[in-house]
């Protein structure tokens, strides 16, 4: 199989740690620059026309796209350990807690960072500041809702680490990075805890 990546991207990350915590091997790692349009060029339109990645080709040439689509393959193929819920019970409230993450969390942040950061003006043709400006409100919203849960639980979804905890946490490592988000220096102590433990995993290392 064969991953098209990109370096800082938060969404190849998802899948490359999802990979990392499988302990999956030998899969061949394609980097993308975006910086250089790569993504906007003919050969890898061909591989995705939408022209995002990441996107996994298959051994027998199919093209899988969207993250959280490639991570339940990779989890169909690799089972052990488990990171998507045993069960039809626990994997619904994993998903529930994903795409929670997902929708309100790591979106927020994206559209905060593609509309606000200058360094991303050439990725995202107009950039709106205002609406960059309001989502980086709603997503601290967000993550005040999430350092409540962690509150009551150790992970994002329960007990145990899960695919929602690798969605939150390179969701929170983009806003880091590009949106200088700190949860504890906003009062958000469960959630910073619970970014210092997930950043101490050996998985977490930018590959």
Not at 44 to 58: I, S, Y
Not at 103 to 126: D, Q, T, W, Y
Not at 146 to 154: I, K, N, Q, V
């Amino acid at each position: 199989m064969k991953l098209y990546s990109s370096t800082f991207a938060p969404n190849p990350r998802r899948v490359t740690m999802f990979i990392a915590e499988k302990g999956i091997e030998g899969i061949e790692t394609v980097m993308i620059d975006l910086g250089a349009d790569e993504h906007r060029g003919a050969a890898f339109l061909a591989v995705n026309p939408l022209g995002r990645v990441p996107a996994l080709e298959l051994d027998e040439g199919r093209v899988l796209c969207e993250t959280r689509a490639i991570c339940s393959y990779l989890e169909g193929l690799h089972p052990a350990p488990n990171l998507m819920g045993e069960g039809f019970d626990e994997h619904a409230f994993i998903e529930m807690a994903d795409r929670r993450v997902e929708m309100h969390l790591f979106a927020g942040i994206a559209n905060a960072v593609r509309h606000c950061h200058p360094g991303l003006a050439s990725l995202e043709k107009p950039q709106f500041p205002e609406f960059g400006a309001s989502q980086g409100e709603k997503m601290r919203d967000a993550a005040r809702w999430l350092d409540g849960e962690l509150s009551r639980h150790a992970y994002v979804a329960g007990e145990r680490f899960t695919v929602a905890d690798i969605t939150a946490f390179c969701a929170l490592e983009f806003g880091r990075g590009l949106m200088k988000f700190r949860p504890g220096a906003e009062g958000m102590t469960h959630l910073q805890e619970w970014r210092d433990r997930i950043a101490a995993r050996p998985t977490a290392s930018r590959p």
